[in-house]
Nanobody, 121 residues
Framework: VQLQASGGGLVQAGGSLRLSCAASGRTFSGYEMGWFRQAPGKERECVAA????????YYVDSVKVRFTISRDKSKNTVYLQMNSLKPEDTAVYLC???????????????WGHGTLVTVSS
């Protein structure tokens, strides 16, 4: 199984970025996929997750309203649209997949490589 993340970069505060995670190697029916982030000196946290089959979503409070997670089953890809970015959103963002409800408690079965998001003030 491979999870290939892309879309990070440097953006000014208030700007937007869209991250993509292309999955291969298995189907994720019955799983959820999501995004974690880890900033220097901080614990890794799950910022958003989406159930592959039903599309129900989870967001950590700090990104609600600003971030939107979605998936395209035909492309086996999960997206994270990030709007109104803040300097505190600066982190390495990692794509992951796991059992339903697991990502929000930090448990994933599969991890992708990270993509760096830097938000300048």
């Amino acid at each position: 199984v491979q999870l290939q993340a892309s879309g990070g970069g440097l953006v000014q505060a208030g700007g937007s970025l869209r991250l993509s995670c292309a999955a291969s190697g298995r189907t994720f029916s019955g799983y959820e996929m999501g995004w974690f982030r880890q900033a220097p000196g901080k614990e890794r946290e799950c910022v958003a997750a989406i159930s592959w089959s039903g599309g129900s979503t989870y967001y950590v409070d700090s990104v609600k309203v600003r971030f939107t997670i979605s998936r395209d089953k035909s492309k086996n890809t999960v997206y994270l649209q990030m709007n109104s970015l803040k300097p505190e959103d600066t982190a390495v963002y990692l794509c992951a997949a796991g059992a339903i409800g697991a990502l929000r408690i930090g448990v994933a079965d599969y991890w992708g490589h990270g993509t760096l998001v830097t938000v300048s003030s």
